[in-house]
Antibody, heavy 120, light 110 residues
Framework: QVQLQESGPGLVTPSQTLSLTCTVS??????????WSWIRQPAGKGLEWIGR???????IYNPSLKSRVSISIDTSKTQFSLKLSSVTAADTAVYYC????????????WGQGTMVTVSS | QSALTQPASVSGSPGQSITISCTGT?????????VSWYQQHPGKAPKLMIY???ERPSGVSDRFSGSKSGNTASLTISGLQAEDEADYYC??????????FGGGTKLTVL
């Protein structure tokens, strides 16, 4: 079955850009109509949807993060990536990648999550 | 976009039923049937429990059920078991073509 795995630096310096990659295994990232999303969760807090990308490359972002976020997809590598610029301590969180089937509007497959700390 | 409103905590004894509410607006919960619920145990990734308001993915116990009335969706867990103790989050599609989560509810099994 499809599995997702996040990877990237666990520590990012304030004002720099956070970059994470999600690798999709057990299935094709470009086959089927799926949205590929990023979601984050600060310690002890709730989930926040960051944005999503379709296999065509079309994106939609959370309005509160839109000016700082970019999500891209590399179907040849079965990966999609997140870039969040000008980070502050408030961006410290566990970052999850997840798959959504548009027909259900639900995140049915999740990565295990990766902790990113913003600190100097 | 504002987070959907959930109670911070609910509790129940084994065998009982509990209901968690998720209140939004006509621009999200009330306007679409794309409401889903997730269970999250400490240190783990969320797990999809309900989608499309009331549909259960394969493998999810039928003790979990969902419903919606107006701008409020609900998750009901019947026959409460110790392993149901977790955080629960609702999510909804919005009129801006984005998704929004609820603040989360901590379920304690007494």
């Amino acid at each position: 079955q499809v599995q997702l795995q996040e990877s990237g630096p666990g520590l990012v310096t304030p004002s720099q850009t956070l970059s994470l990659t999600c690798t999709v295994s057990g299935g094709s990232i470009s086959r089927g109509s799926y949205y590929w999303s990023w979601i984050r969760q600060p310690a002890g807090k709730g989930l926040e949807w960051i944005g999503r990308i379709y296999t065509s490359g079309s994106t939609i972002y959370n309005p509160s993060l839109k000016s700082r976020v970019s999500i891209s997809i590399d179907t040849s590598k079965t990966q999609f990536s997140l870039k969040l610029s000008s980070v502050t301590a408030a961006d410290t969180a566990v970052y999850y990648c997840a798959r959504m089937a548009p027909s259900t509007g639900a995140f049915d497959v999740w990565g295990q999550g990766t902790m990113v700390t913003v600190s100097s | 976009q504002s987070a959907l409103t959930q109670p911070a905590s609910v509790s129940g004894s084994p065998g009982q039923s509990i209901t968690i509410s998720c209140t939004g607006t006509s621009s999200d919960v009330g306007g679409f049937n794309y409401v889903s619920w997730y269970q999250q145990h400490p240190g783990k990734a969320p797990k999809l429990m309900i989608y499309d308001v009331s549909e259960r993915p394969s493998g999810v116990s039928d003790r979990f059920s969902g419903s919606k009335s107006g701008n409020t969706a609900s998750l009901t867990i019947s026959g409460l078991q110790a392993e149901d103790e977790a955080d629960y989050y609702c999510s909804s599609y919005t009129s801006s073509s984005t998704w929004v989560f609820g603040g989360g509810t901590k379920l304690t099994v007494l």
